[in-house]
């Protein structure tokens, strides 16, 4: 059964460093066709993608926010970790993580996400 | 990065509509693109990846199709659990990019 579970502040002050923990269970961060995300979605707004890390510790980050993120990973302890610097009251939103498959096949290629945490609202405000 | 153009914003229909959302990338994107459904409060759930391949588990009455830069989700015939709001998200190119949304509710 895969389940990610995301813990960290719920509240942060503006100009903080926000620090997220994802919890895996049910797959490997050492599988090299999954990788997990971090994706937010400010109240009664769209989500918007953050970053993403791979097996071979290969990342990605959003074009916008890209200074002010760091993803990485602890393999043994299931772990992804998100920071994000300089927080600020609109980025007040709803965190998730979320596997991503990755994979080809002879059909096509596929990138997706297959499976979220529950969320954790970060509220940022002095 | 490229930007995922979601119509309409809303929508109201009844149970039982044929309900369409189109999904229209600024670049042409291949079929590199999913579907999620998120209900108030939830996180999203994957419904559709590739285009037009069905999540293991997910209702028929849910299909996607397009390649390109123009894409649509079909629920054929609409249930009332069906209430949500729904997004689609391109791969093509990194950043992955995500749709506005669009909500679906009962007329």
């Known amino acids: 059964q895969v389940t990610l579970k995301e813990s960290g502040p719920v509240l942060v002050k503006p100009t903080e460093t926000l620090t997220l923990t994802c919890t895996v269970s049910g797959f490997s961060l050492s599988n090299v066709k999954m990788g997990v995300s971090w994706i937010r979605q400010p109240p009664g707004k769209a989500l918007e993608w953050l970053a993403h890390?791979?097996?071979?510790?290969?990342?990605s980050y959003n074009t916008s926010l890209k200074s002010r993120l760091t993803i990485s990973k602890d393999t043994s302890k299931s772990q992804v970790v998100l920071t994000m610097t300089k927080m600020d009251p609109v980025d007040t939103a709803t965190y998730y993580c979320?596997?991503?498959?990755?994979?080809?096949?002879?059909?096509?290629?596929?990138?997706?996400?297959?499976?979220w945490g529950q969320g954790t609202l970060v509220t940022v405000s002095s | 990065d490229i930007q995922m153009t979601q119509s309409p914003s809303s929508l109201s229909a009844s149970v039982g509509d044929r309900v369409t959302i189109t999904c229209q990338a600024s670049?042409?994107?291949?079929?590199?693109l999913n579907w999620y459904q998120q209900k108030p409060g939830k996180a999203p759930k994957l419904l559709i990846y590739?285009?037009?391949n069905l999540e293991t588990g997910v209702p028929s009455r849910f299909s996607g199709s397009g390649s390109g830069t123009d894409f649509t989700f079909t629920i054929s015939g609409l249930q009332p659990e069906d209430i949500a709001t729904y997004y689609c998200q391109q791969y093509d190119n990194l950043p992955p990019t995500f749709g506005g949304g669009t909500k679906v509710e009962i007329k």
């Open positions: 890390i791979f097996a071979n510790d290969g990342k």
């Open positions: 590739g285009a037009s």
């Open positions: 979320a596997r991503i498959k990755n994979y080809f096949d002879p059909s096509g290629y596929y990138y997706y996400f297959d499976y």
């Open positions: 670049q042409g994107i291949t079929n590199y």
